[in-house]
């Protein structure tokens, strides 16, 4: 353990979180196994080893399947409030590991320990609407065209459902998918991230604690550990009927055509390339905020993360100078120490692909407004922090329709109507977030209306970064389609099934049709 990852409590963490230096990536509840060659977990923080985790071999997976289906068998007919007292439960352990858990997610994954706290809090969230709606789960009746039949819908739970997730959220995307997934009456096999893979061994150990508290199978949930190859066990699998992706639009194509091949179910929550326009009546202040926060919180790796700002002609040099100016007081660093706003990036490879976005972008004419680089020297061993950039470009550039997952700000002038700043916030393929920063009701229900903005999240008057857990959380476009966490968003992990009972004694047939025998 490192100097600084000691300095900051990291050591009492995993403790706490029951983790060893070896962790067993493979586990039904309880049981922990997984043979496979391990994958070192170590921390852009400060390049450190934290910990090691073995990966899913395919005997390993078997396993894993024969389990989820058993407890599969008793699980779905378990009464979902009882589903929701048990996720009720694993909500309460989640405020009691708030901390511990938190601050292993800044240092496996870098973002900041506020951001890290704000994680765990999305999952307790969705633990708590989970639980109320562990209560409803309602269809529908409708009005029999036959006199004397009942006709309704119901919702049944699928059976697996397998999740892949981004290392950039790795545990909060595992906890909107679970929480409401147990509750419909499903079990789940997670397969997190390869470069976080502590994280998901930390939120095994809590949910496997509060299942044997309840004397519940093992298999309700399951981890699986490794790279896309472990992801592609269940992709592949006809067995597991319903699998839920967040990661790159690469990786969402990929899975989409596997699943689709079986004719199984993905939810995809892939990447995004997310504007806020700043019209005339916009407020400076918020803007600033709104605009900073999102391009450069959690350095720029939110799949909501702000890419681009479309800027009226009027405001342009007034709103460049306030967000240039911002940018001057940045303080970038270790992500532990509450002081710094900005972390580091991933790993190395995410640094090279921010270089050549740098690159990329002056080649195709952009004009840098505040450099970038690379930080080295004390606090920055590791190589993966970088500073944030801003630059000038156009839409149309191949860079600007590009999600380059660092922060990277592309500033973007519109003249005229709010029209042609929608036109240019919807002319990329990506569909995830978009804003407004307006004082002006036509131009914000404009913007809102169906010829507005064309992505699964529109705000007004918010940057782009930063959801609640109440709404459906998903996009358009390249950004897949799915809906997840809030909402109606429950429904993707049931079944649906339409009844119609006669209660009478003809057998009267749909449409009027005549069959007398
Ligand atoms: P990634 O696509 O490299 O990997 C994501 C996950 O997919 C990993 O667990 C990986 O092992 C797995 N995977 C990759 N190829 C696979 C395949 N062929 N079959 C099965 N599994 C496969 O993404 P990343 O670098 O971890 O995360 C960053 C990306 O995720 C960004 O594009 C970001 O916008 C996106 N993201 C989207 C959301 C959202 O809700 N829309 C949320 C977080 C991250």
Redesign the pocket.
């Given at each position: 353990m490192s100097t600084l990852a000691k300095e900051f409590g990291i050591d009492k963490a995993l403790a706490q979180l029951g983790l060893q230096e070896t962790n067993h990536g493979t586990s039904t509840g309880n049981q922990h196994f997984g043979s496979g060659p391990e994958i070192k977990s170590s921390s852009p923080v400060d390049g450190a080893a934290i910990a090691k985790v073995t990966t899913t071999t395919q005997e390993d997976y078997e396993k894993v399947i024969a389990s989820a289906k058993a407890a599969f068998m008793e699980w779905r007919v378990i009464p979902a409030p009882q589903r929701g007292e048990v996720v009720r439960q694993f909500g309460e352990e989640l405020r009691r590991l708030k901390e511990p858990l938190g601050k292993l997610v800044s240092y496996e994954m870098g973002k900041s320990y506020q951001e890290g706290l704000g994680e765990v809090q999305e999952m307790i969230d969705i633990c708590d609407f989970a639980v109320g709606l562990s209560r409803q789960l309602h269809g529908l009746t409708m009005h029999s065209e036959r006199p004397g039949h009942r006709m309704y819908e119901q919702y049944h739970p699928l059976g697996i459902v397998g999740i892949?997730?981004?290392?950039?959220?790795p545990v909060a995307?595992w906890a909107w998918n679970t929480a409401l997934a147990w509750v419909c009456g499903d079990v789940c096999v997670w397969?997190?991230?390869?470069?976080t893979p502590l994280c998901g061994v930390a939120c095994q150990q809590i949910i496997a604690g509060v299942l044997k508290k309840n004397n519940l199978p093992e298999g309700i949930s399951c981890l699986i550990n490794g790279?896309?190859k472990v992801?592609?066990m269940m992709?592949t699998d006809k067995r597991v009927p319903m699998v839920s992706?967040?990661?790159?639009?690469?990786?969402g194509r990929?899975?989409a055509s596997t699943v689709g091949e079986r004719l199984g179910k993905s939810l995809l929550?892939?990447?995004?390339n997310n504007a806020i326009i700043v019209t005339p009546d916009a407020d400076i202040k918020m803007t600033v905020i709104g605009a900073v926060f999102g391009a450069v919180g959690t350095a720029g790796q939110r799949?909501t993360s702000t890419r681009r700002i479309i800027i009226h002609e009027k405001m342009y040099d007034k709103v460049k100078d306030a967000i240039v100016d911002a940018y001057q007081q940045l303080k970038i660093g270790n992500p532990l120490d509450e002081n710094n706003h900005v972390g580091p990036l991933i790993d190395q490879d995410a640094v090279k692909n921010y270089q050549k976005a740098l690159k990329d972008v002056v080649d195709q004419g952009g004009n840098i407004l505040v450099e970038g680089g690379v930080l080295s020297g004390q606090g920055f061993e590791s190589g993966c922090y970088v500073k944030p950039a801003i630059a000038e470009a156009s839409n149309d550039m191949a860079i600007v329709q590009h999600?380059t997952?660092a922060p990277v700000l592309y500033l973007l002038k519109y003249k005229g109507d709010v029209e042609n700043a929608i036109e240019i916030q919807n002319g990329v393929d990506q569909g995830?977030s978009s804003a407004i920063m307006t004082n002006n009701l036509r131009e914000a229900e404009r913007f809102l209306s169906h010829a507005g903005s064309d992505c699964g999240i529109a705000n007004v008057n918010i940057g782009t970064s930063g959801a609640e857990i109440g709404g459906a959380?998903?996009?358009e476009k390249d950004?897949g389609g799915g809906r997840e966490s809030g909402s109606d968003a429950w429904k993707v992990y049931m079944r649906r099934q339409t009844n119609t009972i006669n209660y009478t004694t003809e057998l009267p047939l749909a449409q009027g049709i005549k069959f007398d025998l």
């Open positions: 892949i997730s981004a290392f950039n959220f995307v397969k997190p991230s390869e470069k790279d896309y992801g592609e992709t992706a967040t990661g790159s639009t690469r990786m990929i899975v929550e892939l990447g995004g799949c999600e997952f995830l959380f998903g996009g950004t």
